[in-house]
């Protein structure tokens, strides 16, 4: 196995170790992605920034933001990060079910949440080529065409995240270990 750094805000390069203090000052710990992230300003910057504009600018509420992050960290089996969504879907009122059923690989039974799983979730296995019905399924459950794209954004930054926890095997921290499957 090929090792990878884990930074801490002491250890970090000059041009992510202020971005690490914050990040600790802000969760009163430093998610271990951001440990990882922290080798590179772009890598760690562009998550921040994305994940930033996603809980401040999009048109999707924070639950169904956290949801589509959760179910695509679970099509890509990224542990971390199902930990890290399934606990900030606590935060922001998400549905206890269906966090649950993504978590386990269940079918969603809340037809609404369902509709943004099946979606991000065809993103991942199909590539970007989701099928029509999928898509349509997503829009006549309310669903925008903006709201559309905003899951592709969410998709873009599971990409970065999950890809980089499976390069660097990424452990759950101690505070999201109760959110672990």
Known sequence: MIEL???TPDTAP???APTLKNIEKMYGFIPNL???LAESPVALNAYLHINDQLMKHSSLSGAEVQ???LAISAEN???FCIAAHSMMLTKVGGNAESVAQVKAG???SATRDAALVNFVQALVKDRGHVADSVTQVLLDQGFSKENMY???VCNMLK???NYSNHLTHTEVNDELKAFAR
Do not use: F
């Open 106 to 108: 269940h079918p969603v």
């Open 14 to 16: 000059e041009t992510t």
């Open 34 to 36: 951001y440990g990882y």
């Open 77 to 79: 089996e990224c542990e």
């Open 159 to 161: 990409s970065l995240s």
């Open 5 to 7: 750094t884990h930074y």
């Open 150 to 152: 905003d899951l592709l």
């Open 67 to 69: 949801l589509a992050l």
